[in-house]
């Protein structure tokens, strides 16, 4: 019988320092264990921006890989999660400004097309409004884009968003209100839209 060895990072998750301190030494099992645990907020905040799973992963996959090649810049700062994210979102962010117009009925949730009860123009509309949202924040200039899909997009808390971006509390929340405030105006033309179309 061959005994495994413990590993110290495991009980701390992965903020431990223990864990931090192996990822730069280009520890492979610690890298492993990172994406073990981080893979799951890393594609929900991918798939959150792009809407489409497959988009998610390649863009989970993509984070990972960088965070791997440039762990050695990472200061332990702000939080090892905060930074995958604001990999993540920056990758999705650019996928998405690159991605052709034209609806994809794989946007559609996968509940509303299988839900026999579900209207199928409410579906699309639910599709259409979540991708006005992510266009909107797409198209955010970057202090305010970054600190919006991290807050929502990556369900960072403020203080976790102020960590990671290393600003001051205060000026995220201020990024959030001014980036709140220009999404208004986009996102109440898109609802006066929807109501003006029926």
Same mark, same amino acid.
């Given at each position: 019988m061959v005994e495994s060895l413990p590993v110290p990072w495991h009980?701390? *998750?992965?903020?431990?320092p223990a864990l931090i301190l192996a990822l730069r030494s280009g520890d492979r099992g610690a890298f492993a264990v990172l994406v073990q645990q981080e893979t799951r907020s890393v594609y929900q905040a991918a798939y959150r921006i792009?809407?489409?799973?497959?988009?998610?992963?390649?863009?989970?996959?993509?984070?990972?890989?960088?965070?791997?090649?440039?762990?050695?810049?990472?200061? *332990?700062?702000?939080?090892?999660?905060?930074?995958?994210?604001?990999?993540?979102?920056?990758?999705?962010?650019?996928?998405l400004s690159q991605r052709r117009e034209m609806v994809d009925v794989s946007s559609l949730a996968e509940a509303a097309l299988v839900d026999r009860s579900a209207e199928p123009a409410r579906s699309v &509309?639910?599709?259409?409004?979540?991708?006005? &949202?992510?266009d909107a924040i797409a198209e955010l200039s970057d202090p305010y884009r970054e600190v919006v899909a991290l807050r929502f997009l990556g369900d960072l808390s403020l203080a976790e968003v102020a960590e990671t971006t290393g600003r001051p509390l205060n000026t995220v929340k201020t990024h959030?209100?001014?980036?709140?405030e220009r999404l208004r105006p986009v996102l109440s033309a898109e609802v006066d839209a929807g109501v003006s179309d029926r």
């Amino acid at each position: 019988m061959v005994e495994s060895l413990p590993v110290p990072w495991h009980d701390e *998750g992965v903020e431990d320092p223990a864990l931090i301190l192996a990822l730069r030494s280009g520890d492979r099992g610690a890298f492993a264990v990172l994406v073990q645990q981080e893979t799951r907020s890393v594609y929900q905040a991918a798939y959150r921006i792009l809407g489409q799973a497959a988009d998610a992963e390649d863009v989970t996959q993509e984070a990972f890989v960088a965070a791997y090649r440039s762990i050695g810049t990472f200061r *332990g700062e702000g939080s090892l999660r905060g930074w995958l994210l604001r990999i993540a979102t920056r990758i999705a962010f650019r996928r998405l400004s690159q991605r052709r117009e034209m609806v994809d009925v794989s946007s559609l949730a996968e509940a509303a097309l299988v839900d026999r009860s579900a209207e199928p123009a409410r579906s699309v &509309v639910a599709a259409e409004r979540r991708d006005a &949202v992510r266009d909107a924040i797409a198209e955010l200039s970057d202090p305010y884009r970054e600190v919006v899909a991290l807050r929502f997009l990556g369900d960072l808390s403020l203080a976790e968003v102020a960590e990671t971006t290393g600003r001051p509390l205060n000026t995220v929340k201020t990024h959030l209100r001014r980036g709140l405030e220009r999404l208004r105006p986009v996102l109440s033309a898109e609802v006066d839209a929807g109501v003006s179309d029926r």
